[in-house]
């Protein structure tokens, strides 16, 4: 089936540093979405891209939507405490149905 | 806002017992999913629906099962609670359709977190 590859699996970073983070995959989608997830919770949507190319802000959160449409990256600017997480790209395959990356854990060293 | 509720929260099952993870959204959405996250990883979709009385496989749906009754209730049921269906369970939900919709948004769950011993 179709698979999501996303890197850094994991990253320590000081507070106030910028995070980058990707996906890319085998096959082509047609939406990315980024997710962010707390403990106990469930998947909240950071931001959604539909176009090739598309480059989406939300805050200090900046997403692309790769040109081949099989890549996609997120980055948080300025990091703060509460960015804290689980951040997990997915794309967007028939049916509305997702797959979903490994996740990306974001610990943050104040 | 209650959105997309999950019941229950926390469920231990032995080996062999069955159970059914609930499910129900108020936003009259039409397609519902079910996931499940395994330590470490992202979410597997397991089954769908499209909308009422339509059901239909995901990526890992053995061991389980699925109803789609109603718009706003989409339960999943284990039959024999095998080790291997320890996971966190996720439910979601999304509105498909017409030209103002915020498209493709899944709205999920908090999650059933079960444990088979």
Redesign the interface.
């Known amino acids: 089936g179709q698979q999501l590859n996303q890197s850094p699996q994991s990253m320590f970073i000081q507070e106030g540093e910028d995070v980058s983070m990707n996906c890319t995959s085998s096959s082509i989608f047609n939406t990315w979405l980024w997710y962010k997830q707390d403990p106990g919770e469930g998947p909240v949507l950071l931001i959604a891209l539909y176009k090739a190319g598309e480059l989406t802000s939300n805050g200090r959160l900046t997403a692309q939507f790769g040109i081949t449409r099989k890549d996609s990256f997120l980055n948080i600017s300025a990091s703060i405490p509460s960015d804290v997480g689980i951040y997990f790209c997915a794309g967007l395959s028939g049916a509305q149905k997702l797959v979903f990356g490994q996740g990306t854990r974001l610990t943050i060293n104040p | 806002n209650a959105g997309?509720t999950q019941t229950p929260k926390f469920r231990i099952l032995k080996i062999g017992q069955s159970m059914t993870l609930q499910c129900t959204q108020d936003m009259n959405h039409n397609?519902m999913?079910w996931?499940r996250q395994d330590p470490?990883?992202?979410?597997?979709?397991i089954y769908?629906s499209?909308g009422a009385g339509i059901t239909?496989k995901?990526?890992v749906p053995n061991g389980y099962n699925v109803s789609r009754s109603t718009t706003e209730d989409f339960p999943l049921r284990l039959e024999l609670a095998a080790p291997s269906q320890t996971s966190v369970y996720?439910c979601?939900s999304?509105l498909?359709g017409g030209p103002f919709i915020a498209?493709?948004?899944?709205?999920?769950?908090?999650?059933t977190r079960l444990s088979v011993l």
Do not use: C, H, P, R
């Open positions: 997309v397609y999913y996931y470490g990883m992202g979410l597997k979709l769908y499209v239909d995901g990526e996720f979601a999304t498909s498209k493709n948004i899944q709205y999920f769950g908090a999650g």
